[in-house]
């Protein structure tokens, strides 16, 4: 077993639907009564690029289990003063971390750094290619939702090309027997289509599925895009209108942060068929099932 935790796509089903399985036994907890199994443990958040819902709830999830918590600030650092990021981790692995959740803008950064660290790293995002606990999360609100994740069917609309979200959940779903619809304009859709995902139209394929995983349209990325908010929003995003094609128990995913009005309407993001704080909340429990099984060795 890799020490490190870094895509779902390395990782058996088995061992997907377990660290699931044990998500939903802290669902089930009360914070007073679960055991400190992480107690005398010390993760740090290595945070380079800026997060809320994933940093916090890193944090959260190590103190329910008991872990001390360190918060790399990376304004008044060394790396200021030109140190490089393996010596950065390595300085917070010598002086006693005993994990490392990183988030990075280099899509390879855990194959390069990875071998050489002793302490086990956790993908807190990496580039555009994975963000593997937020692919966990999002299996486990479905699994809430539907009891399963096996036979879903599920739209990703958005920037698809850029999201690590989608990254994640299109290379994982085929493997967990679900079937993903790629929604959005051509030049938000990734240059190839991963085995087991389809491109088709948001308007025909809506009334099918049964969630909706609506993305942050990353405009930042497209440089000379002739496309406004709006524009897009009318032709791709989840409106008022489109939601009502959704079937009864269909449900409403984000993994935020939102631009409300442009991949998703403001009315649709606390609608009853939402479930994007959910999402949040259920990021705890799924984080503290990685982290406990990093650091107990998968036991």
Known sequence: MSKHFTALAELSVPTIMALLDRAQYFFHQSPSNLHKVLEH????????????RTRISFEMAAKRLGADVINFDLSNSSVKKGESLYDTLRTLEAI????LVLRHSDDRIFETL???????????GAGKNEHPSQGLLDLFTLQREFGR??????????????????GTMMLVASRLGMKVSLCSAKEFLPSEIPQGCVVEELDKVLPEVDAVMCL????????????????????????????????PRAIIMHPAPINRGVEIADELVEAPSSRIFRQMENGVFVRMSILEWILRKGN
């Open 114 to 124: 990875g071998p050489k660290l002793n302490a086990p790293l956790v993908n807190a």
């Open 96 to 99: 006693g971390s005993d994990a």
């Open 41 to 52: 443990k010390v993760i740090a958040n290595v945070f380079f690029e800026p997060s809320t």
């Open 149 to 166: 994740v096996d036979g879903l069917h599920i739209a990703i609309l958005g920037d698809i090309r850029h999201s690590r979200v989608a």
């Open 216 to 247: 942050r349209n990353q405009f930042e990325r497209h440089e000379g895009l002739d496309m406004s908010y709006e524009d897009f929003h009318r032709n791709w995003g989840l409106t008022v209108e489109r939601a009502k094609k959704m079937r």
